[in-house]
């Protein structure tokens, strides 16, 4: 397939353009620079571009058979007012440039893969919540559910849409292990809070995974959670990332009022959480071959993480 890519250039997209173009595939990565330092990969095409700006990009998007689109400024970070402005452009300008672009003329159905996240669903507490559970309140489900509506217009030019409500990817080199495993290292890992907010998780292989299994699934559409089947706790991943890296997490757990008093409205993210169930990829077959948090974490830092 030939396939249209904003964010390819992340740690997810990177590591998923690799996936696709190994499987045979043809992926055109929009990047807003091409410089010298951009892991360029073999077998993808690089197209200089600004996703949030509407321009001569968007014309490329016609004739592919479809659109990944990851883009989107990193929510892990204080959130001023400016930048809460930034994390909203990144994601609804991006999205409504690209369903603007479906709306060429075309011989084929094309699909769009747009990221969402499971801060669709607010914060809960033990509750599990699929698909089909309701959204929730606050700034990033809001952000989240403005995403998707923007991403579900491009069904009104014949566009398959798939809503890909990530949780939190874990892989060897970047996201999240990339800031803790340092700490972790150094004897310092510890809970956060009360340590009981739910940790819902994939691994950077299984995410990978998945969109090839969408791609040979036509008939999947709308919300799927990329998470795995086996969410577990705050305190449980604090034990088993220490115990997967030979060093015990002793450290009292960092009180919720410090993290507010440090990261702002953000803290919340890491305070609260959600136990939220991939029942869709799973009534549809997908097998995942990481679905718990320890083999995942072994697997990640066998390879140097």
């Known amino acids: 397939m030939k396939i249209f890519m904003t964010g390819g250039t992340g740690f997810v997209g990177h590591n998923l353009t690799k996936r696709l173009t190994a499987q045979g595939h043809e992926v055109t990565v929009l990047t807003r620079s091409m410089r010298r ?3 360029l990969l073999q077998g993808a095409s690089y197209l200089e571009g600004n996703a949030v700006e509407k321009g001569a990009w968007q014309e490329k998007v016609s004739g592919k058979d479809g659109v990944i689109n990851l883009a989107g400024a990193s929510i892990f970070k204080r959130w001023t007012d400016a930048y809460k402005k930034e994390l909203r452009d990144s994601r609804i300008l991006t999205t409504q440039n690209l369903v603007e672009a479906f709306s060429a003329p075309k011989s084929q159905k094309p699909f769009l893969f747009s990221t969402s996240a499971v801060g669709y669903y607010g914060f809960h507490e033990d509750d599990e919540l699929d698909e089909t559970s309701p959204p929730g309140d606050g700034f990033l489900a809001s952000l ?3 995403w998707e509506s923007a991403a579900l217009k491009a069904e009104g030019y014949g566009v398959r849409v798939v809503l890909m409500r990530f949780g939190v990817v874990l892989g060897n080199g970047g996201g999240a292990l990339k800031e803790m ?3 972790f290292k150094k004897y310092l890992g510890s809970p956060l809070g009360t340590g009981k907010q739910w940790f819902s998780w994939i691994h950077l292989h299984d ?3 998945v969109y090839s299994f969408l791609l040979d699934h036509e008939d999947i559409s709308g919300p799927v959670n990329c998470t795995s089947p086996e969410p577990i706790r705050n305190q449980e991943m604090t ?4 115990e997967v ?3 015990p997490t002793f450290m009292p ?3 919720g009022f410090l993290i507010h008093m440090v990261l702002g ?3 919340s993210v890491l305070l609260k959480g959600q136990r939220v169930l991939p029942k869709k990829l799973l009534e549809k077959g997908f097998r995942f071959q990481f679905p718990v948090l320890k083999e995942a974490l072994r697997e990640i830092t066998s390879q140097g993480s």
């Open 207 to 209: 995410l990978a995974s």
């Open 239 to 242: 034990k088993t990332l220490g």
């Open 181 to 183: 495993i340092p700490v």
């Open 245 to 247: 890296l030979g060093k």
């Open 37 to 39: 330092s951009l892991p």
């Open 265 to 267: 409205e953000f803290g």
């Open 253 to 255: 757990a960092l009180p």
């Open 144 to 146: 989240a559910q403005e």
